[in-house]
């Protein structure tokens, strides 16, 4: 059985990478759901601000669930699941409908099992020789994590000479006001963060207020002022 089949009708096949889901997507946000009652609404509410690419963290027993709920809510959008630790994670995330995912770090039983589901895929990354090892197994797409603010962008504009074929979605400590400086780096074109999602407004469903948040998120770019 093929990853379309399992997935569903809408996936993005296998053969594609990271970078091509990627594309055009400024900010790529990081959710954690606790209720998947709230999974539709809060991925109706990203897509009508123009995001069609999230992640939501396996975090939570409700992750699995709420990744199959969104899927069949926005078969439009492209959602993978965040935090895949181990083959059993990566078997689940397939499952449940992912088209991608992202973990914070990378071992061989976890690469073995993304390449055995054909799951396009971001292994975290946070110094030079990780960056060698993912990219020994073939992987050229990768998030820095934890990226840290300004120290991130640092290491991003630092190894982009050396690993010219590598692109990064840095992640962790993030905030609006740092993307465009994340965005000016030739081999950062995806920034993830929570704050297109807070916590707060998806518990009381406030989606409304997250529209005008993912709107805002999508139309940043390199030169976009931090106030």
């Not at 770090?105 to 060698?132: C, I, K, N, Q, R």
């Not at 197994?137 to 290491?155: E, H, I, S, T, Y």
């Not at 207020?209 to 139309?219: D, E, F, K, N, V």
Request: overall charge neutral; glycine content about 10%; proline content about 8%.
């Amino acid at each position: 059985m093929t990853h379309d089949q399992r997935a569903g009708a809408a996936v993005v096949s296998p053969a594609r990478g990271m970078r091509d889901l990627l594309v055009g997507c400024p900010v790529m946000p990081i959710l954690t759901v606790h209720d998947v009652d709230n999974a539709a609404p809060l991925a109706r509410a990203l897509v009508a601000g123009g995001i069609r690419i999230f992640e939501v963290l396996m975090r939570t027993p409700a992750a699995c669930g709420a990744v199959a709920r969104m899927r069949a809510a926005v078969p439009e959008a492209v959602v993978g699941m965040g935090t895949l630790l181990t083959p059993d994670d990566v078997a689940r995330a397939v499952a449940a409908g992912a088209c991608f995912g992202v973990s914070p770090g990378l071992t061989t039983a976890l690469a073995d099992a993304v390449v055995d589901h054909g799951l396009p895929f971001l292994p975290g990354v946070a110094t030079a020789s990780e960056v060698m090892a993912a990219r020994d197994r073939g992987f050229r797409d990768m998030k820095l994590f934890p990226a840290q603010g300004v120290a991130g962008a640092a290491f991003l504009r630092a190894v982009a000479p050396v690993f010219p074929d590598v692109m990064f979605c840095p992640t962790g400590g993030i905030g609006r006001a740092d993307v465009p400086t994340y965005l000016q780096l030739p081999n950062c074109p995806t920034v993830g963060g929570s704050w297109v999602a807070p916590h707060d407004m998806v518990r009381v469903g406030d989606w409304d207020g997250i529209t005008a948040l993912a709107r805002s998120a999508a139309s940043l770019t390199a030169t976009t002022s931090p106030t």
